[in-house]
């Protein structure tokens, strides 16, 4: 897309209110711009519509008119969540008229240079650690994107002083056409989200947009561990800067399994141990892959190894992502609404040697879930089974020969439903155990996000 200033006197469509759709609202209208927000849900639940409208902004809430998206309209920005099959992102494609996300309305303004991570899973994690490490690197990082601020409210802000460090979903980076980070991170590549993209194929395009305008100047940093990110080097005109749990490297960031060590490699013939992977401050072997991508990172902007050693002892983690709420009478509750596919689920399972209660379930995107069945038969003591597939994960768990299960079938609420759980949860379990809320499902059947059915679970924890 061009830049913002070049829509003045044109119209603009804005598909969704929410955090992003309002920030890329503002953007345009400064710029001159004619800009429409539209968005389905009734105006008694889009708050922002009255601060828009007071600038000068026109919004239509509760549907889609037929007539918002015409011949006459410039460009239409949408909400990542908004898939593709919707009649006004439909018109505009047919019509010729480009469809961005906020991500690619953000880069034409920043002009920092930017850090840009996507992945099936971690990244929220990596995104703060190299946002930390950049901190204490003195580097001035903004934090941004699916983590902490909209990224068109955070990058007109920045300057050429700072580094934008922007956790990226495919929703959003299907959505780029010119988005060009100076460094981008590919963590892992899993079935997810196929109800929106519609195809593993499509799923993974979107994905590998973070590295389609890169040049021999910047840099990709992709997991050497995982077959689909390798198989994407052959595309990757950056140079390539991996990181591996399972290989020594001759150039890249490397768990050595003799040594237990994290090592740098810089390419000629010096393999520098960092630190011991047991010191990274937060559990799982998934994490210390965390930490591989996020010192990869900081080390392609120049942090020195120190820092990054200190970063990653000192760091507890994140909300939401193998969270310790509380132990009572000897049972500790853990908080990992994070975990939106069943892959995160089974990692985070992976975690404790301790004999596990599980609650899991949320939206039904059309998995199976057999993938979880081998990990249940050797993890799992109970199950708690709650949202639209609280039946196929109930099978599973039946398949897996676990005889405590149990699914919430009557509430009146989604906090209802998991206060029922917990409770369930804790019935089932004894001195030792561990109650992990892992869901391996999105939360959009009964939760605006995970964030929300997290805090919903360690509000019921602390009320037990």
Not at 308 to 335: C, M, P, W
Request: with cysteine; charged share 20%.
């Amino acid at each position: 897309m061009n830049h913002p200033r070049e829509y003045r006197g044109l119209e603009v469509i804005v598909l969704g209110l929410a955090r992003s759709g309002v920030a890329a609202a503002k953007l345009f209208h400064q710029k001159g711009a004619l800009v429409t927000v539209n968005d389905k849900k009734e105006r008694s639940a889009c708050p922002e519509a009255d601060e828009l409208e007071a600038l000068g902004i026109s919004v239509v809430c509760g549907y889609h008119p037929d007539s918002i998206v015409h011949a006459g309209v410039a460009l239409v920005v949408k909400n990542p969540g908004i898939p593709y099959s919707v009649e006004p992102i439909r018109k505009a494609l047919e019509l010729g008229i480009e469809v961005v996300t906020e991500v690619e309305v953000a880069y034409q303004f920043c002009e920092a240079p930017i850090i840009g991570i996507t992945g099936s899973n971690g990244k929220t994690t990596t995104t703060t650690l190299i946002g930390m490490m950049l901190d204490e690197a003195g580097l001035s990082p903004v934090v941004a994107g699916n983590i902490g601020r909209a990224l068109t409210e955070a990058a007109p802000e920045v300057t050429a002083e700072n580094w934008m460090v922007v956790e990226l979903s495919s929703f959003q980076l299907k959505g780029t056409t010119s988005f060009r980070p100076k460094i981008a991170l590919l963590l892992n590549l899993y079935e997810t989200h196929l109800d929106y993209h519609g195809s593993m194929d499509d799923y993974i395009a979107s994905k590998a947009k973070i590295f389609a305008n890169q040049t021999e100047a910047d840099t990709a940093i992709l997991n050497w561990d995982d077959a689909v990110c390798r198989a994407l080097i052959p595309t990757i005109r950056a140079k390539v800067f991996p990181f591996s749990m399972k290989e020594i490297l001759a150039y890249g960031v490397y768990f050595d399994e003799k040594t237990g060590a994290l090592i740098y490699a810089n390419g000629k013939d010096q393999a520098v141990p960092f630190m011991q992977a047991s010191e990274v401050g937060i559990p799982g072997s998934f994490n210390v892959e965390n930490a591989l991508a996020a010192a990869a990172a900081a080390l392609t902007v120049g942090v020195q190894l120190e820092i990054i050693a200190d970063v990653l002892r000192s760091f507890q983690g994140v909300e939401h992502r193998l969270e310790l709420v509380k132990e009572l009478d000897g049972v500790t509750f853990y908080n990992n609404s994070k975990a939106t596919n069943a892959a995160a689920s089974i990692k985070s399972i992976e975690v404790f040697d301790q004999k596990i209660i599980l609650i899991a379930g949320g939206l039904d995107r059309g998995s199976d879930y057999m993938e979880l069945l081998p990990t249940f038969r050797e993890r799992i003591k109970g199950i708690v089974a709650l949202g639209q597939t609280k039946e196929k994960i109930a099978h599973i768990a039946e398949l897996a020969g676990i005889s405590y299960r149990q699914t919430v079938d009557t509430a009146k609420d989604a906090a209802d439903a998991v206060s029922q759980a917990v409770q369930l949860a804790w019935q089932m379990s004894e001195p030792g155990d561990i109650v992990l809320l892992s869901p391996a499902c999105a939360s959009w059947d009964m939760f605006p996000s995970y964030e929300d059915r997290g805090r919903m679970f360690k509000e019921s924890v602390h009320n037990l």
